[in-house]
């Protein structure tokens, strides 16, 4: 550590920052894919824009409790952090 | 013993400051979903609010920490306190105005350090601690934040690529919504303390509370309360550059620009980076900018909002140091009436010069043609 700059800090930010802050929406992405219904590139049939098969849905499911998971986290590290 | 009656014209200043913290930083958190119509104007910044205030009652231990590590706390008076809000907020006045969203932490902490300067000299303000806990952090946090949202929606773009638009919009939408959220409540966490801290810092200054003394639930109170109702007035200004000058915003980009901050600031927060929201954010809405194949980030914007951000520690300080020789040199409780008489006469002015451009919900979101005042005039009189 100098006496400047905390590297191990800054270190440390951009990588779980690349996890929790590109990589919780990359999931979220991943989620919001396996549930969207078809259609690029010509009309749809009707209205509905997610459905598919249980399976899908619970790809889904699985990839929004994680990231809903990280973001309680999240609160917690705020409200841990202010009662030192 | 103190004067009370200077100690509370200093308490009604920091309050002010807090309001001006709270409307000038609305779009750092809502600034993308008010862009991409995630939600309306009115629900974004009525969302924010709530959040900010449940955010600056979350945590609460941190009391003046502005000052601590920064300047020598045993030279704080309440002249200086008064003098530096003064430049404060006159500083976050003049970059609303212009629509430019600077760093209100950095217009207070410039502010404060201008008027020790000016009270106490050169000794009373620990440089080191400056550089490394505030200059360092500035520049790194943009980078490090654009960095991460240029990953982002990098990831989020190759995934999606396949989604039909519409559900893709739907779909990220409501992701924006949350992320949104997240730095809303993180603001309140962090911007709230800073008033708290500087009304501890007052009060301790008068001899009111010792040194050392926790802040009173009333101060905790009536901050949260102001910050709120700073960021429901929303500054229209400001998020207009941000959500439509910057960089044109798709509700994916918005998302991950969003989640970028949102991640930064936390994390931030958690290893005792005390860093300005704002920078992270915008750092991230240009990181968003530049991760869309076909993206375009206007650098002409970018580069008037990076020299704001160089230039608001040292016009804050000369604003702070000016404040302090005005309220010292007339002396006494007629020195802080002045100043605020003063400070009063030159928001009004401010404020009477944004109505000739006026920004609101109604306009916000128009086309940017290279400046903050909307395409269609509202100088007309009759705006919305």
Redesign the interface.
């Given at each position: 550590m100098s006496q400047w700059i905390d590297y191990k800090a800054v270190w440390e930010i951009v990588v779980i920052g690349l996890l929790a802050g590109a990589g919780l929406p990359a999931l979220f992405a991943i989620g919001m894919r396996a549930i969207a219904l078809p259609g690029k590139g010509h009309p749809r049939e009707s209205d509905e824009l997610f459905g598919g098969n249980p399976l899908d849905i619970a790809v889904a499911a699985l990839c929004f409790a994680v990231v809903l998971a990280a973001v309680g986290f999240g609160i917690y590290i705020i409200v841990a952090s202010g009662h030192k | 013993m103190g004067n009370d009656i200077a100690l509370a014209l200093v308490i009604i200043t920091a309050l002010a400051f807090d309001f001006t913290n709270g409307f000038h930083d609305t779009a750092n958190a809502m600034a993308t979903s008010i862009a991409t119509r995630a939600l309306s104007p009115r629900i974004a910044v009525g969302l924010s609010a709530v959040l900010n205030l449940v955010?600056a009652f979350?945590?609460?231990?941190?009391a003046a920490t502005i000052a601590s590590g920064l300047v020598d706390t045993g030279l704080v008076t309440l002249t200086t306190v008064f003098a530096g809000l003064c430049g404060a907020i006159v500083w976050n006045l003049v970059t609303w105005l212009f629509g430019i969203p600077s760093s209100s932490s950095h217009a207070l902490i410039g502010g404060v350090i201008g008027a020790m300067l000016a009270a106490a000299g050169s000794h009373a303000v620990k440089w080191?601690g400056l550089?490394?806990k505030v200059i360092?952090p500035a520049v790194?946090s943009p980078f490090?934040?654009g960095?991460?949202?240029t990953?982002?929606t990098y990831?989020?773009y190759r995934?999606?690529r396949?989604?039909?638009?519409?559900?893709?919009s739907?779909?990220?939408r409501i992701?924006q919504i949350?992320?949104a959220s997240?730095v809303s409540?993180?603001h309140g966490?962090n911007d709230a303390q800073k008033t708290m801290g500087v009304i501890t810092l007052g009060l301790i200054a008068n001899g009111t509370l010792a040194a050392g003394a926790t802040t009173p639930s009333w101060v905790v109170v009536s901050c949260a309360l102001t910050i709120a109702a700073g960021t429901y007035m929303g500054g229209w200004r400001v998020i207009r550059t941000l959500g439509k000058g910057l960089v044109e915003i798709e509700s994916?980009q918005g998302?991950?620009a969003e989640?970028?901050?949102?991640?930064?600031i936390?994390?931030?927060?958690?290893?005792g980076?005390s860093l300005s929201t704002t920078q992270v954010a915008t750092g991230s809405i240009m990181g968003c900018g530049l991760g869309k194949k076909g993206g375009e980030v206007r650098w002409i914007v970018a580069g008037r909002m990076a020299t704001a951000w160089v230039i608001t520690l040292p016009s804050a300080g000369a604003m702070g140091a000016v404040s302090y020789y005005i309220a010292n040199g007339i002396g006494g409780t007629a020195g802080f009436v002045v100043g605020l008489i003063l400070l009063v006469a030159i928001s009004a002015a401010i404020w009477a010069k944004s109505r000739a451009t006026r920004v609101s919900p109604a306009n916000v979101n128009s086309e940017w043609k290279g400046s903050v005042a909307p395409s269609e005039p509202t100088a007309t009189g009759r705006a919305a």
């Open positions: - | 955010g979350l945590s609460l231990s941190v080191q550089v490394s360092i790194l490090i934040a960095l991460i949202a990953a982002g990831l989020v995934i999606s396949s989604m039909h638009e519409s559900s893709r739907a779909g990220f992701g949350g992320s997240m409540l993180a966490t994916p998302f991950a989640s970028s901050s949102a991640a930064v936390l994390l931030s927060t958690h290893f980076y």
